[in-house]
T-cell receptor, first 114, second 116 residues
Framework: DARVTQTPRHKVTEMGQEVTMRCQPILGHNTVFWYRQTMMQGLELLAYFRNRAPLDDSGMPKDRFSAEMPDATLATLKIQPSEPRDSAVYFC????????????FGDGTRLSIL | KQEVTQIPAALSVPEGENLVLNCSFTDSAIYNLQWFRQDPGKGLTSLLLIQSSQREQTSGRLNASLDKSSGRSTLYIAASQPGDSATYLCAVNWRTYGGSQGNLIFGKGTKLSVKP
């Protein structure tokens, strides 16, 4: 079965450090999403790409977060500098062409900022 | 504001029972609605996707219904099993000019526990 692959699965680092999370979407999928999950807020959209172009990043704190798709097989989410409030599980999802295709999620990156 | 609500937050049932999970959403102009399952420490697994023109979708013991006019969807699980224990999330993709909004707005989920 094709899967969305995220690395690393776990990351613990100190406040102020740069964090980079990577996602390999399912081959052939043209939409990629970054979500963040916390106990308090649940799942929230951070950024969304279609055909590698950013369509919506309104959920992202622009001063410290950045999302890119250097190529069709890689999406990255960076936090610099990281803060304790960024501790959460970050999920990447991809979807095929057309709005009625389901989104497929990776297993997430569990991030802890000390 | 577009919001998705799931009640109850947690549900415990004995094995073998049929059960219904509820999802409600503001704004009936949806593009589609998707039900997911999340196991502890794992990502989300897509269970069913209902397009706005559909009333229900079925997969095995699962049946999802959609009533846009009342802003509700239900996930029916027949003959529940301990392996069904997980958190079930409902998510809505709303319409926008030119098609779908694309991203999903999630409810906070219902944590289901099926006791042997």
């Amino acid at each position: 079965d094709a899967r969305v692959t995220q690395t690393p699965r776990h990351k613990v680092t100190e406040m102020g450090q740069e964090v980079t999370m990577r996602c390999q979407p399912i081959l052939g999928h043209n939409t990629v999403f970054w979500y963040r999950q916390t106990m308090m807020q649940g799942l929230e959209l951070l950024a969304y790409f279609r055909n590698r172009a950013p369509l919506d990043d309104s959920g992202m704190p622009k001063d410290r977060f950045s999302a890119e798709m250097p190529d069709a097989t890689l999406a990255t989410l960076k936090i610099q500098p990281s803060e304790p409030r960024d501790s959460a599980v970050y999920f990447c999802a991809s979807g095929g062409g057309g709005g009625n295709q389901p989104q497929h999620f990776g297993d997430g990156t569990r991030l802890s900022i000390l | 504001k577009q919001e998705v609500t799931q009640i109850p937050a947690a549900l415990s049932v004995p094995e073998g029972e049929n059960l219904v999970l509820n999802c409600s959403f503001t704004d009936s102009a949806i593009y589609n609605l998707q039900w997911f399952r999340q196991d502890p420490g794992k990502g989300l697994t897509s269970l069913l996707l209902i397009q706005s023109s559909q009333r229900e979708q079925t997969s095995g013991r699962l049946n999802a219904s959609l009533d846009k006019s009342s802003g509700r969807s239900t996930l029916y699980i027949a003959a529940s099993q301990p392996g069904d224990s997980a958190t079930y999330l409902c998510a809505v993709n709303w319409r926008t000019y030119g098609g779908s909004q694309g991203n999903l707005i999630f409810g906070k989920g219902t944590k289901l526990s099926v006791k042997p």
